[in-house]
């Protein structure tokens, strides 16, 4: 292999039996997910676009501000405890420790209904306080208080849909919460764009849809207390509240689950304080278009955190690095064509989807692309280190990204309005995560191969390429669709020795067209291609 040639066939091993197999649910649970979030995407985007249509620009601006402030009071009510569900139902579950489970479900639902209603109690009885505090004139306070009710309902659902992750798999959460809840909306909305175009109305839709997603998790959660037969601990007294280790895991959980708020709802705010309500409908209105870029990233997370999780109950050390290896580098790969496309089409699909009143979305729309997809450029390093206990440090970089991307908001959205919203995105998340690379390295003293690194450059390299030609040149639908398909297939010919494809998904290979870039068998199973992986240097079994 030449120094400068992007293949990784002489620089990573080939995984093990043992590896594969964990590596091989990763994906395929991931990959009917991913199914089900390309549902999901569409359906929120088709609300997305009867919303915006239905209203003026205006008047979209007050309920995007409106609900941007719904989803940080819902954080905070939840309080994390749905990822904290997800990592110790895992656990609990696989222990079949079903006092300690019905306890941990019975805790992560209390905390937050409490939290919502004494949240909702507080807006509706003090107005006079947090009114002039949060910059509302009277009809955008009374449609905080519509969509107050969200607040418990929002984080009852993320509890039961991760409980029903741990027990039933990735089948529940596709009819859940990736079908289900955004068709739920789409009628609402539509209902409510025939009765009238005003945002109380809207804001009310809304509203009735989140009731009805609540007694589909009723019933969800109904059939999982019948099915792991917790009706013998029913009782609160039989019940063991993991305190310990839910307090010690929510305060990192939620950090996180803020530092990536920033990201969207925060910047709307901010957005509503410094600037006016026609540039926070510009952001806002974008904004579930350039979070598609999560569509990989996501789906992948939703296995990876309770897999991992047993893999390291289990002291399996060797394949839960083979996982995280294997599971960023097919989160890079196959986010990039997502990215590309969003990129290179901006102008016309804004307009397309929008009309011409938000065409000045589109550099928008570009910056907010780029900066979500450099979370792909990471992966999954910040739930490895939570994996591996390591708490108070993913705390430390949290905290520091939330805060280097609020500076940057608020240097750059006085003077750049929505743009500047974007940029500062890009160096938020940028600096979030190569601070969680910096801090699992320093956590477990191994690094990434040089040649991971270069992969990951070209990625990177080629991404930015795309932006600025993106942004200069303005593509319509045929040269920016071609741009977007150069560049991907310039990137999957890149990647395609890193992915175990063979080991992983081989039905892959029947598909027509895909021997030009999946390595043929004997290049993935050559005796060359198994050298030691960078990233296990100790075989010994034990967890890190």
């Known amino acids: 292999m030449t120094a400068d040639r992007l293949d990784i066939s002489d620089a990573l091993p080939s995984p093990s039996p043992v590896e594969r197999s964990a590596v091989r649910t990763q994906v395929r649970g991931s990959t009917l997910l991913l199914l089900g979030r390309c549902c999901s995407l569409g359906l929120n985007l088709i609300t997305?676009?009867?919303i915006v249509r239905a209203l003026s620009k205006s008047g979209y601006g007050t309920l995007a501000y409106v609900v941007s402030l719904v989803e940080i009071f819902s954080m905070g009510a939840l309080f994390a405890l749905d990822k904290t569900t997800l990592r110790y139902g895992a656990i609990y579950h696989a222990q079949k420790d079903r006092p300690r489970l019905m306890g941990a479900l019975a805790l992560a639902g209390l905390i937050p209904l409490v939290s919502g209603l004494a949240l909702i109690t507080l807006l509706y009885f003090g107005r006079a306080e947090f009114q002039p505090r949060f910059a509302l004139d009277n009809s955008s306070w009374f449609l905080l208080l519509i969509l107050a009710w969200l607040i418990p309902t929002n984080g009852l659902a993320c509890v039961a849909q991760s409980a029903a992750n741990v027990v039933y798999g990735a089948k529940s959460l596709f009819w859940r919460k990736h079908l289900l809840s955004p068709l739920i909306k789409v009628v609402a909305v539509s209902v409510a764009a025939t009765l009238g175009s005003t945002p109380e109305i809207m804001a009310t839709a809304l509203a009735i849809a989140g009731g009805c997603g609540l007694l589909a998790d009723i019933w969800l959660m109904g059939c999982l207390v019948r099915d792991e037969q917790l009706g013998d601990v029913l009782a609160p007294s039989r019940w063991k509240l993991p305190w310990r280790d839910f307090l010690g895991d929510c305060l990192p959980v939620l950090a996180t689950d803020l530092a990536y708020l920033f990201r969207g709802a925060l910047l709307v705010i901010f957005l509503g304080w410094w600037s006016t309500p026609e540039a926070t409908a510009s952001m806002r209105a974008v904004l579930p278009v350039a979070k598609l870029n999560e569509l990989v990233l996501l789906n992948f997370m939703a296995i990876f955190v309770p897999l991992a999780s047993r893999l390291h109950a289990n002291r399996e050390t060797d394949a839960l690095w083979t996982n995280h290896r294997l599971t960023n580098l097919w989160i890079l790969t196959l986010s990039f064509p997502i990215f590309a496309g969003i990129a290179a089409l901006a102008e016309p699909a804004t307009v397309l989807l929008f009309g011409s009143a938000y065409a000045d979305s589109a550099p928008v729309l570009i910056l907010l692309a780029f900066a979500y997809f450099l979370q792909a450029i990471y992966g999954m390093d910040g739930h490895l280190l939570r994996v591996l206990g390591q708490m108070r440090v993913l705390l430390v970089v949290d905290l520091c990204g939330s805060v280097a991307l609020g500076l940057a908001a608020c240097a750059l959205i006085p003077r750049g309005g929505a743009a500047g919203a974007g940029a500062a995105a890009i160096i938020g998340i940028g600096l979030h995560g190569e601070l969680r690379r910096w801090a699992l390295t320093a956590t477990v003293r191994k690094s990434s191969s040089s040649v991971e690194?270069?992969?990951?450059?070209f990625v990177l390299a080629t991404a930015v390429l795309v932006s600025v030609i993106a942004w200069l040149a303005s593509p319509g639908w045929v040269l920016g669709g071609l741009l977007a398909a150069v560049a991907s297939a310039g990137v999957m010919l890149a990647m395609r020795h890193q992915l175990d494809v063979d080991g992983t998904l081989p039905e892959l290979?029947?598909?027509?067209?895909?021997?030009?870039?999946?390595?043929?068998?004997?290049?993935?199973?050559?005796?060359?291609?198994r050298p030691q992986n960078p990233l296990i240097q100790s075989t010994s079994g034990h967890a890190v």
């Open 509 to 529: 290979r029947k598909l027509p067209g895909s021997n030009w870039w999946m390595p043929q068998h004997n290049e993935a199973t050559s005796p060359r291609h």
């Open 453 to 457: 690194r270069r992969s990951q450059a």
């Open 48 to 50: 997305q676009v009867i």
